[in-house]
């Protein structure tokens, strides 16, 4: 049974590029969510997505984006990236009508991004 | 708004030692809350949880008790081992997305 599954573990970005990350939920999930985790620091929700569609949005601005797709995996982009941006950024799942309730998430390993 | 906070790391103990480590938080109502554990260079996986007050996760020798007249939930091991070296997060359900804590590093030293 595949856990989350994130594309690429690393990857190195200059002020002012996008990039775009990618996750695969767990077998039988169906909605995905994004943190940011700086170094040191616990995960900040980015966004969800169910059914295609963003859910529930933290605190970030519009550069930040996300996608969903109809086998469930999904993908974040970030626009005009910041050095501030530099993070682990984690994707996580879990099927919703346990998800909403408990809140119980499975993460991917991340995607370290650093912003030069 | 809803936050949870935990006592500041890095924790240093050596193998055998007692284990606490802090949480609280700050909610409407009565959410869910987590223990999540970060081991160096993998993602976060679920310790334990407690789903209402007066619950008590319990996992691999670890224990928290969701206190809600101190808003605590805070972690325990009665024994460490060096394999319980990691990140420890307290997060709380907010909705369908967790609010975590900043983390506690522990080593736990042979």
């Known amino acids: 049974d595949a856990g989350v599954t994130q594309s690429p573990t690393h990857l190195i970005k200059t002020r002012g590029q996008q990039v775009t990350l990618r996750c695969s939920p767990k077998?039988?999930?169906?909605?995905v969510s994004w943190y940011q985790q700086a170094l040191g620091q616990g995960p900040q929700f980015i966004f969800q997505?169910?059914?295609?569609?963003?859910?529930q949005r933290g605190n970030f601005p519009d550069r930040f984006s996300g996608h969903q797709f109809p086998n469930y995996s999904s993908e974040l982009n970030v626009n005009a990236l910041l050095l501030g941006d530099s993070a682990l950024y984690l994707c996580?799942?879990?099927?919703?009508?346990?998800?909403?309730?408990?809140?119980?998430?499975?993460f991917g390993e991340g995607s370290r991004l650093t912003v030069l | 708004g809803n936050s949870v906070t935990q006592m500041e790391g890095p924790v240093t103990l050596s193998e055998e030692a007692f284990l606490t480590i802090n949480c609280t938080y700050t909610?409407?109502?009565?959410?869910?809350l987590f223990w999540y554990v970060q081991y160096p260079g993998e993602g976060l996986q679920l310790l334990l949880k407690?789903?209402?007050?007066?619950d008590k996760g319990s996992n691999k020798g670890f224990e928290a008790t969701y206190r809600k007249e101190t808003t605590s939930f805070h972690l325990e091991k009665g024994s460490v081992q060096v394999s319980d070296s990691a990140v420890y997060f307290c997060?709380?359900?907010?909705?369908?997305?967790?609010?975590f804590g900043q983390g506690t590093e522990l080593s736990v030293k042979p």
């Open positions: 996580a799942s879990t099927l919703v009508g346990t998800g909403s309730t408990t809140g119980e998430l499975f």
């Open positions: 077998s039988g999930h169906d909605t």
């Open positions: 997505y169910y059914e295609e569609e963003e859910r």
């Open positions: 909610a409407t109502g009565y959410p869910s």
């Open positions: 407690a789903t209402k007050a007066d």
């Open positions: 997060a709380l359900n907010q909705g369908g997305k967790l609010i």
